[in-house]
């Protein structure tokens, strides 16, 4: 006889291809003597039950002793049926006969009736391992148990191989809605169809939602469904179709709240109020004002949050529009003063990289709330921890000027614009110091407005739009004037240097530099008069004036050596490769580009490291080092493919066919 009690089912498996080799692997190729049970879990809506039923219509062959099939109901709004009901069904199908209906006698004759029988059972949507466990069949039986939560005491104990099925990838997301539309549709909307797949995160539930809503009305539809789950606010209303609670995300999140401890909801409603897309466990732990290791299990626990990075958290776009929902839950105020926290917490760390990059700089960064921040112990650790938190960061920075919060607005932009330079991320500098420019005119006074604009100047510069650069170093120099503020005044003299200098104005240039350099000195601010320094030298090479140009360079580079710059330093030491370069004397010129590049690679400053190695490479070529400079070019390109720069890498390929 074949028990079958699988539901008729036809679910969607694109895109599931590696799930299902895995769960062929694990039941049917199992090797003897090991634990035939998969534990399927991941976040709701995810297409857990699609998966496994899709799989197991295809397996009739592999388990010929049948299938059997529970809905144990643990999420959702049926109560669970008691173990003793599904038992005492199975061992019907079984055509047995339990000797006591007690919940142990039930046990044992399920396990002996199916021990040493090829058979199937699907354990569907358990709540907790204890649901689950009364129903595990006998030796040799194969058991899928899916389940929202990680059950980690039936891998633990049962020895279940965990799967954890996620969102689509993004062609997959595409292509499920793709089969829904047509081929008609898909050509006159299909790259709306993409945003919308991207919008929902690739959910398969938000993706059967948005299918049956399309597949209603007429094309036209498409862009004003898109158009609606662009609204993060009403998202969940929009994949929420009326009565059919089996496809509302809405109400496929509520029952995994339900399954949450009260703290573990109050951080999931914090958590969705971080700007994202990662939060570390400190940011966590700091957003909700105490130690939530064990709330942030839970969630992960439930797949309402995922760990990419050790110590780093994810939640799904949707699973945050429901977590802002449970914002409602918390005290009066508390949502705002989480907000605040975020802001604060990100502008004190970045504004402590900052002093690590740039030893003795002044920003205006008012005393941290959150207690003291520990400055990181080397430039190389603040680019490093800059470069994870960016996208948090930058999404922070368009949350607080969305929301009004100028003064974080400003704050924040003017504090990560040395490792946006250092990153070569100018466009990035240019967009969010726009946004700080009209933050500052509202709540800061006229001498930082003026910072704000040389640093939009000099972002400008480096994107050689000299035009606008000039217009923002000359509105910088007005305010600084205006505020009497003579450090200010004095950059925005280095401003203006550097662009005559860009157009070979090599006069005013000098002047320019001059000025800052004698205001600098007035102030005792080693770090300014450094950067004066180095534009002198600058103009003296231009000019060939190459003593003048050394000791200018001599002068900057132990100033920034007593600051402990080591990245003003470096620059000084290209600057003065060029020198001897420019002279001629090939030697000298090397060993200080190869101390530059030392310099550059502590600060993982790869752009400028590959840079210096291509200079390098060239007055070893002429100094008649051929095979060290061929080292250096090989070393140049690798650094350009790592980071993405194919016209530099070519560049240098170029350069290296010429060898």
């Known amino acids: 006889m074949v028990v079958r009690q699988l539901p008729a089912y036809q679910p969607s498996l694109v895109g599931r291809h590696a799930e299902l080799r895995e769960l062929d692997d694990v039941l049917v190729r199992a090797e003897p003597g090991n634990a035939r049970i998969a534990l399927v879990s991941g976040m709701a809506g995810v297409g857990k039950t699609a998966l496994v039923r899709g799989w197991a219509n295809r397996m009739d062959e592999a388990f010929p002793g049948g299938t059997l099939h529970a809905d144990l109901n643990g999420f959702g709004a049926t109560s669970p049926e008691a173990p003793e009901e599904i038992l005492t069904r199975f061992l019907k199908d079984l055509d047995v006969e339990p000797p006591t209906t007690t919940l ?11 021990a040493g029988r090829s058979l199937l059972v699907v354990l569907d949507n358990a709540r907790d391992a204890a649901q689950a466990r009364p129903l595990l069949p006998g030796v040799g039986c194969a058991v899928v148990v899916t389940s929202r939560v990680r059950l980690e005491s039936l891998i633990a104990r049962e020895g279940a191989h965990p799967l954890t099925v996620q969102p689509l990838e993004r062609p997959d997301a595409i292509a499920m809605l793709a089969n829904s539309l047509g081929a008609d549709r898909m050509r006159r909307a ?14 398969p539930l938000a993706l059967a939602v948005v299918a049956a809503r399309l597949h209603r009305h007429p094309s036209e539809e498409v862009r004003s469904t898109r158009d609606a789950l662009r609204e993060t606010k009403t998202r969940l209303d929009t994949l929420s179709p009326g009565r059919e609670t089996d496809l509302d995300v809405r109400v496929a999140l509520s029952y995994s709240h339900e399954g949450l401890t009260s703290t573990a909801v109050e951080l999931w409603a914090l958590l969705a109020l971080h700007p994202g897309p990662t939060v570390s466990s400190d940011a966590a732990a700091n957003l909700a004002g105490r130690d939530c290791a064990a709330d942030i299990a839970e969630l992960v626990a439930a797949h309402l949050l995922e760990e990419p990075v050790h110590r780093r958290f994810a939640m799904h776009d949707l699973v945050r529009d429901y977590g802002r929902e449970l914002t409602g839950l918390l005290p009066p105020g508390r949502a705002e003063e989480a ?67 100028d003064q974080h607005t400003w704050l924040l932009a003017v504090a990560l614009v040395t490792y946006q330079w250092r990153r070569s991320r100018f466009a990035d500098a240019d967009r969010y110091l726009r946004t700080a420019a009209d933050a500052a005119k509202r709540v800061a006074g006229l001498a930082d407005q003026a910072m704000v604009y040389r640093m939009l100047g000099g972002s400008r510069w480096n994107m050689k739009e000299y035009p606008l650069a000039e217009g923002a170093q000359r509105h910088a120099v007005r305010l600084s004037e205006e505020a009497g503020d ?23 240039a000098r002047a320019a530099y001059g000025r800052a350099c004698t205001l600098f000195r007035q102030l005792g601010d080693e770090l300014g008069e450094a950067d004066a320094l180095g534009g002198i030298a600058r103009v003296a090479l231009a000019e060939g004036d190459h003593a003048r140009a050394v000791e200018a360079c001599s002068d900057a580079r132990d100033r920034f050596a007593h ?12 600057l003065l490769g060029d020198v001897h370069a420019d002279c001629g004397d090939w030697s000298r010129a090397a060993a200080n580009y190869d101390l530059a590049i030392s310099h550059y690679r502590s600060l993982t400053r790869h752009s400028h490291e590959a840079k210096t190695l291509v200079l390098l490479a060239g007055v070893l070529r002429l100094d008649g080092r051929t095979d060290e400079s061929e080292q250096a070019l090989h070393r140049a390109r690798d650094l350009y493919h790592e980071l993405g720069d194919t016209s530099g890498a ?3 390929a170029e350069m290296l066919a010429n060898v």
């Not at 142990?104 to 199916?114: C, E, P, Q, V």
């Not at 600051?563 to 290209?574: F, K």
């Open 104 to 114: 142990d006698g039930l046990i044992t004759a399920f396990r002996s009736a199916t």
């Open 190 to 203: 299909g790259h709306l169809v993409e945003e919308i797949a991207e919008l929902v995160g690739g959910l």
């Open 339 to 405: 907000t605040t926290a975020v802001f604060d917490y990100l502008l004190q760390h970045v504004a402590a990289c900052d002093q690590a990059l740039v030893p003795g700089r002044q920003l205006p960064i008012p005393a941290s709330p959150i207690g003291k921040v520990a400055v990181p112990p080397t430039a190389r650790d603040a680019m490093e921890w800059l470069d994870v938190e960016y996208p948090t960061i930058t999404a922070a920075l368009r949350q607080a000027a969305e929301t009004g919060a």
């Open 486 to 508: 003579v450090r200010g005044l004095a950059y925005g003299h280095i401003g203006l240097a550097e662009i005559h200098l860009g157009r070979s104005e090599h006069s005013m």
């Open 563 to 574: 600051i402990r710059d080591v990245n003003g330093e470096a620059s000084i030491l290209v």
């Open 650 to 652: 070519d560049r240098v």
